[in-house]
């Protein structure tokens, strides 16, 4: 139920903080002049000429909630500190007044103004505080007496004040919200750098497993070992024989010797382009490793300066046929396996018997 008397329509936060203050005050308002007819009502401690003046509270603060509940809470807000104003006004004067104001009450609509509007409608209603308490002492005669001089005095001083202090507040409200912008800014520009981060490195991460791929597929193209003939693996080398690729090499064909169960593995180097030390030694280890398996190496593509840098080195490749061209070393090979017998099978029992009958 409080909820609902408070509510309002208000476009953005501030209207709607503004305005439900505003009706706050108003609903105040309306049960102070409510209470105070009743007791003129029914007691004798109000006079009932003050009953009018109850009236006109109660019908402006009713103006002043429906004003704030439309969302209009600047015009609601100065109808509310004019309706304040004049009350105290009219409460200090002979014909209403029975009880003795207080000069500071005069400052009360400023405040209001300078919580609910702000620092400019403090300042203007300062103003007129100030000119209702001289017309209010002009009236009554007072203008002159000290204490009169004194009240003007400090309610011009506290008016001031009051505007000072509602204008610091505005501006440094100003400058929270512009930190708040700011940092909101701020948040937004690092939330689309981190998407436009976590972006690239998707795309970094694709790119990554694309290079792997391409150079998996690299490594198995340049390392081939492909089987000719049964029993008969080829190893054709194109390029240059580094340590990496000499190591991936050597594990591709210890793999492919096993697999195949090879009995001859020929290493054609008609592709590589420089035969260095280095490379001798590669091709040296690499022949050393095939051997272990049980396995004849063949080497083929041959050159003269290749052959040069294997004596010059004195690398043992004694134990491996060489031959000048691929086609040579396949023709070797396959002239070995015409000449070599097929294996006999082992007898059985039962032959060994009808053997001795």
């Known amino acids: 139920m409080l909820s609902r008397l408070v509510d309002v329509r208000a476009q953005n936060s501030n209207q709607y903080l503004r305005s439900q203050l505003v009706k706050v005050c108003a609903l105040l308002f309306i049960a102070a002049a409510g209470l105070s007819s009743v007791l003129m009502l029914t007691t004798s401690l109000l006079p009932m000429r003050m009953m009018p003046f109850n009236l006109v509270i109660i019908v402006g603060s009713v103006m ?5 509940q439309r969302g209009h809470a600047t015009l609601s807000a100065a109808l509310l500190c004019t309706i304040v104003s004049i009350a105290i006004a009219l409460t200090a004067t002979p014909l209403f007044g029975m009880f003795e104001v207080n000069p500071a009450s005069y400052i009360v609509p400023a405040l209001l103004a300078g919580l609910l509007i702000g620092s400019q409608a403090a300042a203007l209603f300062g103003i007129l505080a100030v000119l209702e308490q001289i017309i209010t002492a002009a009236w009554l005669g007072q203008l002159t007496q000290g204490t009169t001089i004194t009240g003007l005095l400090v309610l011009g001083l506290v008016s001031i004040l009051t505007w000072l202090t509602i204008q610091t507040l505005e501006r440094a409200a100003e400058q929270a919200r512009q930190q708040t912008n700011t940092a909101r800014q701020a948040e937004a520009e690092l939330r689309q750098q981190q998407q436009a981060l976590e972006a690239a490195n998707h795309e970094l991460r694709s790119a990554n497993q694309q290079q792997a791929a391409l150079l998996e597929l690299v490594r198995d193209l340049e390392t081939p ?7 008969v693996l080829a190893l054709p080398l194109i390029g240059h024989l580094d340590t990496r690729r000499a190591a991936h090499l050597t594990e591709a064909a210890l793999q492919a010797v096993h697999r195949e169960r090879a009995r001859v593995v020929i290493i054609d180097i008609t592709g590589v382009s420089v035969v260095d030390s280095a490379v001798a ?23 003269a300066e290749v052959a040069q840098t294997i004596a010059a080195q004195g690398l043992d490749f004694s134990a491996v046929e060489t031959a000048g061209r691929l086609q040579d070393g396949v023709a070797r090979v396959l002239d070995a396996l015409a000449t070599t017998p097929a294996p006999t099978p082992a007898p059985t029992p039962h032959s060994k018997h009808n053997g001795l009958a």
């Open 225 to 231: 070992a492909i089987p000719i003939l049964d029993g």
């Open 281 to 303: 030694q590669r091709i040296e280890q690499l022949a050393q490793a095939i051997r272990l398996l049980g396995a004849r190496v063949m080497l083929t593509g041959m050159r």
């Open 64 to 68: 002043v909630y429906a004003l704030a």
